[in-house]
């Protein structure tokens, strides 16, 4: 058995993470996969959850935006 050191492991269709936040990061990319990004762009602005520094379809860049997350660019 191999360990993983990462947030989130994808092996086929098993999808694992390593705690609260990670369960977070981890809700976001399944839906990136099962649905499309734009919708993971929504729902991330809505929860306003930015850990990792990564934003989904750019929507940080919209006005609707937390103000620290449109100063990134």
Same mark, same amino acid.
């Given at each position: 058995?191999?360990?993983?050191?990462?947030?989130?492991?994808?092996?086929?269709?098993?999808?694992?993470?390593?705690?609260?936040?990670?369960? @977070?990061?981890?809700?976001?990319?399944?839906?990136?996969?099962?649905?499309?990004?734009?919708?993971?762009?929504?729902?991330? @602005?809505?929860?306003?959850?930015?850990?990792?520094?990564?934003?989904?379809?750019?929507?940080?860049?919209?006005?609707?935006?937390?103000?620290?997350?449109?100063?990134?660019?």
């Amino acid at each position: 058995m191999e360990v993983v050191e990462d947030r989130i492991v994808r092996d086929g269709n098993i999808w694992t993470s390593a705690g609260i936040s990670a369960g @977070l990061d981890l809700a976001l990319a399944f839906l990136e996969y099962t649905a499309d990004e734009k919708t993971v762009g929504k729902i991330q @602005l809505g929860a306003e959850y930015y850990p990792s520094g990564k934003s989904y379809c750019n929507m940080h860049k919209i006005l609707q935006a937390p103000e620290y997350l449109r100063k990134r660019d």
